[in-house]
Structure formats: C-alpha cells, structure tokens
C-alpha cells in the first residue's frame, strides 16, 4: 500500500472523528507486507479518555495484533503531525516510518515545535515524511473547528 492510499484510509477515520463530536485525525498502521494492523481515529471526547488519539489507538491496536509492543517493520500513517505523547510513542513502539499529512502548528512534536522522532538522544529515528495530503487533512481540521467555535 502506498503513503496515499493509506492516508485516504486515515482521512476516513477523521471524518467519523469528527461525525462523533472529536477532532477529525485518523491514523493507520501498515505493516512491512503493506496489510494494516491497526487503524485509530481521536476518542477523546467519546471516551472522556485524554490518551485517546488517534496514533495512540492505532498503536495498540497494532501491538495487539503483532502480539508484540515492538512494531518494527511498520509504517504510522496520520493526518496530522503528531504530539509530544504520540510522537514519544512512535518511538518507543520502535516504529520504522511515520508519515502524517499536514503540520501542527500548535502542538506538533515532528518539526514544528519540537522534533521528538528525530532527536538523537533517543535510542530510535523512524524516517519521516510529511505532507501526503496536506490540504486534504487541513480542510477536515478547518471545518471542524469553524462549526465548533
């Protein structure tokens, strides 16, 4: 599966965020053999649950599949940049590459306030790419929030 492809998955995920009252990011984890193992959407709301974002439940869920906490080999695709929490996950899940699509201007923890998957005092780097539908991912966050202001 491609970051595209995969990121149209996670869009998905958003909207039903956003259709239950949570702010619209969805997330996907793919695997080395390109087959998802665990798919997140924000719960915060839902779930009166601050940990639940959706990097974090795709997260889980991937480990749960895997049997394992280690996702090495696997991609976490999301559509927006993520915090400090979900970036420190991504770590220590031992994921191999993020890709998100639009920037965190706020609260990103990948570039834009702090970059936490790259700091080489950690023991694990994932590659990281940004940007794959960017404008896609922003218009859903845009949205929410104007009706919710």
Known sequence: ?????????????ALSAAEDGDVPVGAIVVDADGLVIGTGRNTREREADPTGHAEIVALREA???RGEWRLE????VVTLEPCTMCAGAVVAARVSRLVFGTFDEKAGAVGSLWDVVRDRRLNH?????????ADESAALLRDFFQTHR
Request: proline fraction near 3%; aromatic fraction near 0%.
């Open 63 to 65: 480990a749960a599949a």
């Open 125 to 133: 780097r994932p590659e990281v790419v940004s940007g794959v539908l």
């Open 73 to 76: 080999g696997c991609t976490l």
């Open 1 to 13: 599966m491609n970051d595209t492809a995969a990121m149209l998955q996670a869009l998905a995920l």
